[in-house]
């Protein structure tokens, strides 16, 4: 399983970024983007996105 954001649906907000706790999202210009290699796979960001953007594979 991994945590994926849908560039398509991201609206840059950054609050994924601002809650994971192990800081793994990136933001680059205006959407968000997140290391498989460092995601505990907490779920935090998906269950926290405003728009519903991340989804787990
Ligand atoms: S919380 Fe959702 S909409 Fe906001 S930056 Fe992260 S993926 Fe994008
Ligand atoms: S699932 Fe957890 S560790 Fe992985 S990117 Fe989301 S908040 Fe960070």
Redesign the pocket.
Same mark, same amino acid.
């Given at each position: 399983m991994a945590?994926k954001i849908n560039p398509d649906e991201c609206v840059g907000c950054g609050v994924?970024k601002e809650?994971?706790? $192990?800081?793994? =999202?990136k933001m680059e210009g205006d959407k968000c983007f997140?290391?498989a290699d460092?995601? $505990?796979?907490?779920?935090?960001?998906?269950a926290n996105c405003p728009a519903s953007a =991340?989804k787990?594979e």
């Amino acid at each position: 399983m991994a945590f994926k954001i849908n560039p398509d649906e991201c609206v840059g907000c950054g609050v994924c970024k601002e809650n994971c706790p $192990v800081e793994c =999202i990136k933001m680059e210009g205006d959407k968000c983007f997140i290391n498989a290699d460092e995601c $505990v796979e907490c779920g935090t960001c998906a269950a926290n996105c405003p728009a519903s953007a =991340i989804k787990a594979e």
